[in-house]
């Protein structure tokens, strides 16, 4: 990683990423695909943003497999254009946890996990299963190589599969914020993801946990790289959810996530925290060049990514445009 970032270093980049950004998938398209598409028009919008045809498994199209290419192409056009492609790794590490924690909680099982593997992480799906089958996690990212002894550990002690997902949650965010560190936009999006997910960690906790074990699972649960301590968190233990929520509105910058979150599943607020990650993105939009550009469109073709794929699961369960676009996030374009 660069020491010392210098945005003329991204002009080149910055040129070819805004001709790429015209290809996304953007607001008016999933406004249309939202109310007038066939699951077939969704699948023909997903084959001209990803260049490729799809073909046929079992008389179905593999769907799933175009929306990995696309992702997949967009990082790698990414990385080819840019200084330091280790800023790929903020798209690619979530990918290698999500392998990581289904690798060792299917060994535990006797079972095999490569149907769970997200072949999207920053190293490839076959390399990581020799990593970890000889343990040599020389080529994993750092924390979460570190971290895989550690959850071994305390799953032989316990047997809870959550004890994997809070050391490798934790591992995750500690390498994105190594990953982002020098790029002074990344590391506030790494922040801020944090920040949200920790909040949406805190309230499903809350909803769903007892009293009297809440804090401590919580303390188990939160990830680093935030701006909000724990000190910050302790406020939705001491005092309830409601008044957690109206610090979170007043004294954050999170209001807008959070508003009448008390009458709002997690999932609705899961959306508006996506949707506040797209709007600091938009706000470098304006920028003629500088690593904020390729940082903002890997995000966005990951979001429209997302996007396609809540449009095909919805349109094939019959959902009308009115849940549909309760579902679909915010378009970066």
């Not at 290698?96 to 992480?121: E, M, Q, V, W």
């Not at 949707?275 to 993105?281: F, S, V």
Request: glycine share 4%; charged share 25%; net charge negative.
């Amino acid at each position: 990683m660069q020491t010392r970032y210098s945005p003329t270093d991204y002009l080149y980049a910055s040129a070819r990423i805004r001709a790429l950004e015209a290809e996304l998938v953007g607001k008016e398209q999933f406004r249309t695909l939202l109310t007038n598409a066939t699951v077939n028009d969704v699948i023909a919008a997903l084959q001209e943003a990803a260049g490729i045809s799809l073909t046929a498994t079992e008389g179905e199209i593999d769907t799933e497999a175009a929306l990995l290419a696309l992702l997949k192409q967009g990082v790698a056009t990414v990385a080819a254009s840019v200084p330091d492609p280790a800023i790929t790794h903020l798209v690619e590490y979530p990918y290698d946890c999500h392998n990581i924690k289904a690798y060792l909680k299917c060994s535990y099982r006797g079972l095999d996990p490569t149907a769970l593997f997200i072949d999207a992480g920053s190293v490839a799906a076959k390399a990581l299963i020799e990593a970890l089958d000889s343990g040599d996690t020389a080529a994993l990212p750092k924390h979460m190589a570190t971290a895989i002894r550690a959850a071994k550990e305390a799953y032989a002690r316990t047997a809870d599969p959550r004890e994997i997902d809070f050391l490798l949650d934790c591992a995750l965010y500690a390498d994105l914020a190594e990953a982002a560190s020098g790029f002074p936009f990344a590391e506030s999006l790494v922040s801020a993801r944090a920040d949200l997910t920790n909040i949406i960690i805190c309230l499903r906790i809350l909803r769903s946990t007892n009293a009297d074990t809440a804090e401590p699972l919580f303390h188990k649960s939160m990830l680093p790289a935030g701006t909000l301590t724990e000190d910050f968190f302790a406020t939705a233990f001491t005092e309830g959810e409601a008044a957690f929520l109206a610090v979170l509105s007043t004294k954050t910058p999170y209001a807008a996530v959070v508003r009448d979150a008390d009458k709002c599943t997690l999932a609705e607020i899961e959306k508006r925290a996506d949707d506040h990650i797209t709007a600091r993105l938009q706000e470098v939009k304006h920028l003629p060049f500088g690593a904020e550009i390729p940082l903002s469109y890997l995000y966005a073709l990951e979001g429209a990514v997302k996007n396609l794929r809540i449009l095909l699961s919805g349109k094939r369960a019959g959902l009308d445009g009115d849940k549909l676009k309760a579902r679909v996030r915010e378009s970066y374009v």
